[in-house]
């Protein structure tokens, strides 16, 4: 399911040709926020990335879920906030994309505090996280597109999907 989805939303992209810009550049900024997945319930997330050299750029993000699992017999209610730092390489300039694609990689470096239901003894604690990423955006227009990002090794190890602005 989650393979078609992705092929349905690349295919949109592809479809879609529009006068747009892509990625920052040094002292532009642009705000993303949407939805993530993962196994730990549905996050959402905003944060904010700066242009800070050519196809570079770095960034903060926030995110909130909230989940009920069942373990030993009983349903456990867990709360996880993340603070996340970023760093992107955008590789557009290389690859010669168009203008209105931005693709991307970098790592992020976060602290999440995960809360449980008295008595919990899961595996869910608090703790740093580590996550490698690649992500993509599409721009409708200058300033507002889509965002797409897959990653691993931390409470988002699925990915995320939202929108971004550049201002």
């Given at each position: ?10 295919s ?25 997945f ?7 997330y ?29 349903n ?20 010669n ?5 931005d ?27 580590i ?18 990002e ?8 699925g ?9």
């Amino acid at each position: 399911m989650r393979k078609l989805s992705l092929v349905l939303l690349l295919s949109i992209f592809a479809v879609i040709a529009v006068n747009a810009q892509a990625p920052l550049v040094k002292g532009q900024k642009q705000v993303n926020a949407g939805v993530g997945f993962s196994g730990w319930g549905i996050p959402i997330y905003a944060g904010m990335d700066f242009g800070i050299y050519k196809d570079i750029t770095v960034g903060f993000e926030g995110s909130f879920r909230t989940y009920t699992d069942r373990w030993a017999g009983e349903n456990y209610h867990h709360t996880i906030f993340g603070f996340a730092g970023n760093g992107n390489y955008h590789f557009n300039r290389i690859l010669n994309m168009p203008s209105n694609f931005d693709f991307y990689a970098g790592l992020s470096l976060g602290f999440y505090i995960w809360s449980s239901s008295s008595n919990y003894e899961g595996s869910g604690s608090s703790g740093l996280g580590i996550n490698a990423q690649v992500g993509g955006r599409y721009f409708f227009t200058k300033n507002f597109g889509l965002n797409l990002e897959l990653g691993s090794g931390s409470a988002f190890s699925g990915g995320k999907f939202g929108i971004t602005y550049i201002f």
